[in-house]
């Protein structure tokens, strides 16, 4: 029989870069997605990479321990990935209490669903690199003290935890990526990365002139989100649960990001980037570097996408995207 995985935030771009890439190992694909009175479920990710009719949409919360009982039940997942969360920094100052409902105690609800319904399923937590926040070492490892900057990073503190206590307490086979940040075409548009490669479209498309942000002297550890995916399963594939930090090990500012996209329609950002101070974080990560050097060894896993490579692949969707509305 092929294996079968519950992916909770399949809609999102991790959701839909893993779902694509279980397909291709032959697993049958279940997605939990939250439905809303307002619009249509949006698929537009797994559109875009031709699989939306190739997964089988299920209802469910995070917040409904009842609805993810039932997902389980419906799917037999042999994995579960928990993908799902209210994960933009930000928004997690203005709505801390949904954060804390659906990234924090909705990791616990899944967990108890999968200890209830079925216990033998492999499951994966999504936790962050925005849980080192005020950094205690230059280079973050699976050891590196936390010391979470926003309401957001103290939610997934919280699910990366509970994680580990599920393992221990009730001998699941569960393990957390401590995924650094990673980026794509399929990034949301409220992301920093992809803020800029959309403005860098608009403005060589003369849509715009200007492009605003926040602190350009911020620092990150930037992936493709493709690579970080396949970091997932093979977490899943071992033979022990255990916890990974996935990183590149190459840490890129803000400014950096901006001159590298804007380069690439052969402009210079000095000329359109302006900042402004509503753009700030209340408490700023100013750098994250992470060392993954366990993965490497353990999974055999290592970044194949450059930042440029990823940064050019984001601008060119973007005029590409534009150009086809604009028509």
């Not at 399929?186 to 002139?209: H, P, S, Y």
């Not at 570097?289 to 060119?316: C, F, H, N, Y």
Request: hydrophobic share 40%; with cysteine; net charge neutral.
């Amino acid at each position: 029989m092929n294996k079968s995985a519950l992916i909770t935030g399949i809609t999102g771009q991790d959701g839909a870069y893993l779902a694509q890439l279980l397909l291709t190992k032959g697993y049958r694909v279940f997605g939990l997605a939250r439905r809303s009175s307002t619009s249509e479920l949006n698929l537009s990710r797994l559109q875009w990479l031709g699989i939306a009719n190739d997964v089988e949409i299920l209802d469910g919360d995070l917040s409904d321990l009842s609805s993810l009982m039932r997902a389980c039940r419906i799917a037999e997942p042999s994995e579960i990935y928990n993908l799902a969360a209210q994960s933009f920094v930000a928004t997690s100052w203005s709505q801390p209490l949904l954060t804390a409902n659906i990234t924090a105690v909705g990791v616990a609800n899944m967990l108890e669903a999968l200890h209830t319904c079925c216990p033998d399923a492999r499951f994966y937590q999504a936790s962050s690199s925005e849980m080192y926040g005020l950094i205690r070492e230059p280079r973050q490892t699976e050891q590196t003290p936390f010391y979470p900057r926003s309401p957001y990073a103290v939610a997934k503190l919280y699910g990366h935890w509970i994680t580990v206590n599920y393992r221990e307490s009730h001998k699941l086979f569960a393990t957390s990526g401590i995924l650094f940040n990673h980026e794509s075409p399929l990034r949301g548009i409220e992301f920093v990365t992809r803020k800029i490669t959309d403005g860098v479209a608009r403005i060589k498309l003369r849509l715009q002139d200007k492009l605003t942000l926040g602190n350009l002297d911020a620092t990150r550890d930037w992936g493709h989100a493709k690579d970080y995916t396949r970091a997932m399963w093979l977490m899943l594939q071992q033979d022990v649960a255990d916890d990974y930090v996935i990183a590149t090990g190459v840490t890129t500012s803000v400014r950096d990001f901006c001159q590298s996209a804007f380069a690439h329609v052969g402009l210079n950002y000095e000329d359109h980037v302006v900042t402004n101070p509503r753009f700030l974080r209340p408490a700023e990560v100013d750098v994250l570097l992470g060392d993954s050097t366990k993965a490497r060894r353990e999974l055999g896993w290592q970044p194949e996408i450059s930042l440029s490579e990823m940064i050019s692949e984001m601008v060119e969707a973007d005029l590409k995207r534009l150009s086809k509305r604009e028509a």
